[in-house]
DNA sequence: GAGTGGTCTAGACCACCCG
DNA sequence: GGGTGGTCTAGACCACTCG
């Protein structure tokens, strides 16, 4: 394999670059491009969530590149946490069906005590159209289909978060409430496993507000507490967001966690 | 330069690994070991930040390892902000005097507009003995001497951040209000300047709460009204604590930004 | 043009896992 | 023992910066 932009690598001929003759305006090196083929198989299900993907050499050998830089490129995927090596074994796609994943969606800690993953208790699950302000964040036209979702989460029986969910329609058609209470364990699981949607990335924004009636007798305090409020849109591959969700959490009993580094 | 299991940080060539014969319990790789040696020159000030590192072959040379491990180590301080690296000028060690390094420790975004950083007005500064609880977040004994800062920042002119701040007193020794009144931009900045301690890493713990009167006084805004809690414990090398932060943040113009990666 | 970091290769050997 | 990822080396060339 050759690089796309004017560049050496002595090995084969018949790269793409060579038909080009192009100056290199915009110079992309081979394991980045490397990287983006396995990407893409990631995408396309070719290798599935906990599946482990082809040897180190053996996509040298596929890639007609060196393992140093198919290395590289597994590198960064690992970095972003798609794949997850596993020395002796293998590497593996991530999945959301791991105790490793769970937390990394959720940063509400208890103040004392170990960590564990709430319950879930699903108040509505509906279809509507989405507003603007919903369709704008999540890439849709105004009006297209959206799945609403509004659950209460448990930890040790106390209500702990009040979220809401708009998802896109056309992605999650099927999406019901009786599938979401069938299903144990986290949202990301069910959506990875039965929609084929993968979150891989989210971008939050935290506020404090004040508990609304609704909100506040769901989480059974007072209205007006004061409640951490999280704004999150998650990504797919190709940075296509794919997920809205707004949560409120009581943090009384349990901190957002964040490490600056 | 050999591995330390099988052998010794010496440079020279036999090791000590085939004298002990041992499986080795505890191994660490060879760039791993240079890093803590680069780490070290960082902490013991040979570098200063904003100057340059020797170059990866100088240093290869200097370690007597291949330029490849050297800058295998180099990737990971580079990964942890330690370091910087420029293509074509060098690798040049982090300073908190930096556009770039100010929003890596100031997570409060304008909901709208660009953003830029905030003035400080100082409201009391004084030492004085830690409560057991900023001595046990601080690694220090009860009673030892520390340096309370208090502050109010404004974006705008707009009172937006009350914070507090606990300091090791020894540390901070002679650190004033008119030093910090003194200063322009990022605390970082002059507490690595003048008091040769860098923060590296932080850890927040985040939570909604309820202005009392005299913060909201200081923010102009209602006592009752929902403020987020930010309380930090931020390390400098070595996973040393240097500094306790309790910031308020009025969130009405303003979010928390976090990335989910 | 000289110096720096960045990419790519090829080959050797090590640590780990499993049958 | 054979497969996998992990480390280390040596050497070549490329992209970038600056004088």
Redesign the pocket.
Known sequence: ?N?V???????DATGVAAASGQP?PT?S?????IKGLITQSLQSGEWKPGE???????LANRF??????V??A?DELAAENLVM???????FVSTHHEARAHFRFLRLMPDEGVPHYPESTFIEVKRLRAPAEVARLLDLKSGDAVVYIKRVQNFDGVPTIVEELWLPGLIFKGLTAERLNEYKGPMYGLFESEFGTRMIRAQEKIRAVCAEAGDAALLRVAAGTPLLCAERVSFTYGDKPVELRRGLYLTERHHYQNDLI
């Open positions: 394999m690089p932009t004017p560049n050496q690598t002595t090995s290199s110079f090196p081979l394991y980045q491009q482990m993907i082809p040897s180190e050499v053996e007609k590149v060196s393992q140093g830089t290395r590289k597994i090596r596993r020395q002796g074994k293998g590497t």
